[in-house]
């Protein structure tokens, strides 16, 4: 099949759900033999860069601001695809979904994968908000297949909105070997600090982690390996937040980020809303022991005895932080036991082969 990905930023991932998605994906889909053509915007990917691991590369422009930079490179991008023949049109996120019906028009299969209810995020006023909303609606109704990459949320399509979605989850990807060099840029010391990973961003719950961390007995540093995402004001926010040890990484790729987790003695997920969290999953498979807030997406993960706290509730945080701290050695035998389960249960090949099925349930071919 010859495929287009519509939605993310582009190739390769350096921060983003989404982008470290399609990368996954895509490359495995060009191993199966398809053909797969990934459209970036020039602020994310060098215009002059047209692969990546076989994914054929498309930059189109765009408009870098908050509200038009996505909406803007999805309507170009639909428009692109009138042009060629593509057995499938694949959106990422609702916002992309708005344009989606350029694709039916000119006769395309479109599927769209929901990642997220981005409509809830913080950052976006009641307008965008709104706007958003509408895409999400769009998302269920004009492709000819919609993916949820959770399964609680593709539950609540079912019960709440009468549509019915396929459920195929994000996966893992482990690097193999690690760069233990931050830890010496960041001083911090192997199995003594705690770890946040993710863009800085409202919805992500950074301001519980920090006013809880602010008030542990135990001088604990904490390392926060990420950076905002349109949201300056809230990182001007968190920043006056953060006491001496805590330490700013900044984005962190590769080996660097994987010294992060493998060393870590906890990481930590205060999130408000996620999709399907990839780095709450990379966490375990890099087997650290993780604590998280108790929203559905992570319970879903983790499961009922997974090491959860009541979202949104600083103290609450700051008590099961104790506790998961002074357990450490405990906490280190279950991240091992889970990191085997989450391995086989969110693998890329398989995440690859269920996409496929939903391809074939598009074009009205019996899926295998």
């Known amino acids: 099949?010859?495929?287009?990905?519509?939605?993310?930023?582009?190739?390769?991932?350096?921060?983003?759900?989404?982008?470290?998605?399609?990368?996954?994906?895509?490359?495995?889909?060009?191993?199966?033999?398809h053909e797969v053509v990934v459209f970036t915007r020039p602020?994310?990917?060098?215009?002059?860069?047209?692969?990546?691991?076989?994914?054929?590369l498309v930059s189109l422009p765009t408009i870098g601001s908050k509200h038009l930079d996505a909406i803007v490179h999805s309507l170009l991008c639909s428009i692109y695809v009138w042009g060629d023949r593509f057995d499938i049109v694949h959106y990422h996120a609702i916002g992309p979904c708005l344009v989606s019906p350029l694709a039916r028009l000119r006769g395309r299969k479109v599927v769209a994968t929901v990642h997220g209810q981005d409509w809830?995020?913080?950052?976006?006023?009641?307008?965008?908000?709104?706007?958003l909303r509408l895409g999400e609606w769009m998302?269920?109704?004009?492709?000819?297949?919609?993916?949820?990459?959770?399964?609680?949320?593709?539950?609540r399509y079912l019960d709440e909105a009468g549509k019915d979605t396929h459920y195929v989850p994000n996966g893992i990807s482990i690097i193999d070997g690690d760069d233990t060099s931050i830890l010496r840029?960041?001083?911090?010391?192997?199995?003594?600090?705690l770890l946040y990973a993710g863009r800085v961003v409202p919805e992500k719950g950074l301001h519980y982690l920090l006013e809880a961390h602010s008030s542990l007995p135990a001088n604990m540093p904490l390392v926060i390996a990420g950076d905002t995402s349109y949201s300056d004001d809230y990182v001007g926010e968190v920043r006056a937040l953060a006491g001496?040890?805590?330490?700013?990484?900044?984005?962190?790729?590769?080996?660097?980020?994987?010294?992060?987790?493998?060393?870590?003695?906890?990481?930590?997920l205060p999130s408000d809303l996620e999709g399907l969290p990839i780095v709450l999953l990379e966490a375990l498979g890099y087997g650290v022991p993780v604590l998280?807030?108790?929203?559905?997406?992570?319970?879903?993960?983790?499961?009922?005895?997974?090491?959860?706290?009541?979202?949104?509730?600083?103290?609450?945080?700051?008590?099961?932080?104790?506790?998961?701290?002074n357990h450490r050695v405990e906490m280190r035998n279950r991240a091992k036991e889970l990191r085997d389960v989450a391995r086989r249960e969110?693998?890329?090949?398989?995440i690859a082969q269920q996409t496929v099925g939903v391809y074939k349930v598009a074009l009205g071919r019996r899926a295998s």
């Open 1 to 33: 099949m010859k495929i287009a990905f519509i939605g993310q930023k582009g190739l390769p991932s350096t921060h983003g759900g989404v982008e470290r998605h399609v990368e996954e994906l895509g490359s495995r889909l060009v191993q199966q033999g």
């Open 43 to 56: 602020n994310y990917t060098d215009p002059g860069v047209h692969e990546h691991k076989g994914m054929q």
């Open 120 to 131: 809830r995020r913080g950052k976006w006023g009641f307008l965008a908000s709104n706007v």
């Open 139 to 155: 998302a269920l109704r004009v492709p000819n297949a919609t993916i949820s990459v959770s399964e609680t949320l593709s539950q």
């Open 185 to 193: 840029e960041l001083g911090v010391s192997d199995g003594q600090y």
């Open 244 to 268: 001496e040890n805590v330490h700013w990484a900044g984005y962190v790729y590769g080996k660097r980020l994987a010294a992060l987790f493998r060393h870590a003695a906890l990481f930590v």
């Open 292 to 325: 998280a807030s108790n929203i559905p997406p992570n319970v879903e993960v983790l499961g009922e005895n997974g090491e959860l706290f009541a979202a949104g509730d600083a103290a609450n945080l700051r008590y099961r932080l104790e506790e998961c701290l």
């Open 346 to 350: 969110y693998d890329w090949d398989r």
